[in-house]
């Protein structure tokens, strides 16, 4: 069908966590080894063709910088989809990812589309969280969990397909 959905789509997590360069790479193919810190947010827009309908992307990379916290609301209010970055060789970064899932449990919209995205996978041999840890707390929050590399391409692409499958269709 030419069933067109507009989705605004928000990115959280951690600084350095891997944000605008998934951004990057899905909607420009590029990976930069020297990403510069976001400040504030960038916006972005990517199409995608599915079987029945085709998704059209509006994308706030925000920043994780902590003294942006307060401007989060203004990007994930009316999101449809949200994607909560974590990088797998920091602790820290899963921790706050977590409560970026607490804080859109609470004050997002509730039909919202949530991914948990564990990024750099391709640092396997720096592994700090482990799949399986990752992928059972996303499923007891109904979560998506996959695990990307920014760097390597590696379920970029899959993983902004698999949220615009699980968007409502009108
Ligand atoms: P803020 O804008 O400060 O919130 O950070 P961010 O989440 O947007 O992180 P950014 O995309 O700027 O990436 C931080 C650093 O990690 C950069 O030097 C990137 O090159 C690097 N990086 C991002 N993704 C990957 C990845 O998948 N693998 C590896 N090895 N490095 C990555
Ligand atoms: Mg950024």
């Known amino acids: 069908s030419n069933n067109v959905i507009n989705a605004k789509l928000v990115l959280l997590g951690d600084m350095g966590a891997g944000k605008s360069s998934l951004v990057l790479r899905f909607v420009k193919g590029q990976f930069l080894e020297f990403q510069e810190s976001t400040i504030g947010a960038a916006f972005f827009s990517q199409t995608l063709a599915l ?48 409560k970026w899932v607490v804080e859109l449990q609470k004050q997002g919209n509730p039909n919202m589309v949530m991914a948990l995205a564990g990024n750099k996978a391709d640092l396997e041999d720096k592994r700090k969280v482990s799949a399986d840890d990752a992928r059972a707390y996303a499923e007891e929050n109904g979560l998506y969990f996959i695990e990307t590399s920014a760097k390597t391409a590696i379920n970029v692409n899959d993983m902004f397909y698999e949220i615009g499958r699980r968007l409502p269709r009108a």
């Open 51 to 98: 079987n029945d309908a085709t998704v059209k992307f509006e994308i706030w990379d925000t920043a994780g910088q902590e003294r942006y916290h307060s401007l989060a609301p203004m990007y994930y209010r009316g999101a449809a989809a949200a994607v909560i970055v974590y990088d797998i060789t920091s602790n820290d970064s899963f921790e706050r990812a977590k």
